[in-house]
C-alpha cells in the first residue's frame, strides 16, 4: 500500500511566522504535488516536483516556496505566514503523471 | 491554460435516481482526465481515470473531445455515494501538472 504522510493533522501559527509542512512517500514516486484545499475553490495546485531538486510553479505559488532534497519527501514553506493562507494543505505523489495520485491526509492550517 | 470547471458545487438526488456530475475541462492538447473522490473524513482517492475505460462502483465517464467534457454517470445512485467528487486533468509537457476542478458534493437522500 502506497503512504504518503503529512507531518501534522493540525497546525495553529501566529502571522510572520515561517511555516513547514513535510511530506513523505514511501513508494519511490517521481511526482510530487502540493496543493490547497479551500471550500468552492476546489484543489488549487501550489507547487510540484519531478524529480529531486526540481520543482515548478502551480497555479497560486505566491507566499509559498518548496524543498525537495530526498525523493521521498517534499516540504513546502511559508516565508510569513498570513491569515488568507489558512487553509487545508493537501500533498499527492504519483510514479508518473499518467498513474494514480496518492493523497496524504491533509494538514488543516490555521494562522493568527 | 489548462482548467477543468466542474459547475455544479452541491448536487442532491434520491437513492436509486441516475446521477451525472458534470466536467468540462480546456486544454489544446491530448488531455488525460480522472475523477477523484472524497469520503467524509476520508483521504481523496482515485474514482476512475478515462484512458481505463472502466467502471468503478457503479460510475462510468466518456471523454468527449469535441464537447471537452468528462462527465461522470451513474444510473442508480446508493447512499455510500455521497461525497466530494473532483475532476482532475494532467497537462502534458515537460512540466506535466495535475489540476483539479473546483468540486461537487454529492448528497444521496434515503
Known amino acids: 500500500d502506497v503512504k504518503v504522510t503529512q507531518s501534522s493533522r493540525y497546525l495553529v501559527k501566529r502571522t510572520g511566522e515561517k511555516v513547514f509542512l513535510e511530506c513523505v512517500q514511501d513508494?519511490?514516486?517521481?511526482?510530487m504535488f502540493w496543493y490547497r484545499q479551500d471550500p468552492g475553490l476546489g484543489l488549487r495546485l501550489i507547487y510540484f516536483?519531478?524529480?529531486?531538486?526540481?520543482?515548478e510553479k502551480g497555479d497560486i505559488p505566491e507566499g509559498y516556496s518548496v524543498s525537495r532534497e530526498k525523493k521521498e519527501r517534499f516540504s513546502l514553506i511559508l516565508e510569513s505566514a498570513s491569515t488568507n493562507q489558512t487553509s487545508m494543505y493537501l500533498c499527492?505523489?504519483?510514479?508518473?503523471?499518467?498513474?494514480?495520485?496518492?493523497f496524504g491526509q491533509g494538514t488543516r492550517l490555521t494562522v493568527v | 491554460a489548462q482548467r477543468v470547471t466542474q459547475p455544479e458545487k452541491l448536487l442532491s438526488v434520491f437513492k436509486g435516481a441516475p446521477v451525472e456530475l458534470k466536467c468540462n475541462y480546456s486544454?489544446?492538447?491530448?488531455?488525460?482526465l480522472f475523477w477523484y473522490v472524497q469520503y467524509s473524513r476520508q483521504r481523496l482517492q482515485l474514482l476512475l481515470r478515462?484512458?481505463s475505460r472502466e467502471s468503478i462502483k457503479g460510475f462510468t465517464a466518456d471523454l468527449n473531445k469535441g464537447e471537452t467534457s468528462f462527465h461522470l454517470k451513474k444510473p442508480f445512485a446508493q447512499e455510500e455515494d455521497s461525497a466530494m467528487y473532483y475532476c482532475?486533468?494532467?497537462?502534458?509537457?515537460?512540466?506535466?501538472?495535475?489540476?483539479f476542478g473546483q468540486g461537487t458534493r454529492l448528497t444521496i437522500n434515503p
Open positions: 478515462h484512458i
Open positions: 513508494m519511490d514516486h517521481e511526482n
Open positions: 516536483s519531478y524529480d529531486v531538486k526540481m520543482k
Open positions: 486544454y489544446s492538447g491530448s488531455p488525460e
Open positions: 482532475a486533468l494532467k497537462a502534458g509537457g515537460g512540466a506535466q501538472k495535475l489540476v
Open positions: 499527492a505523489s504519483s510514479f508518473s503523471p499518467n498513474t494514480e495520485a496518492f
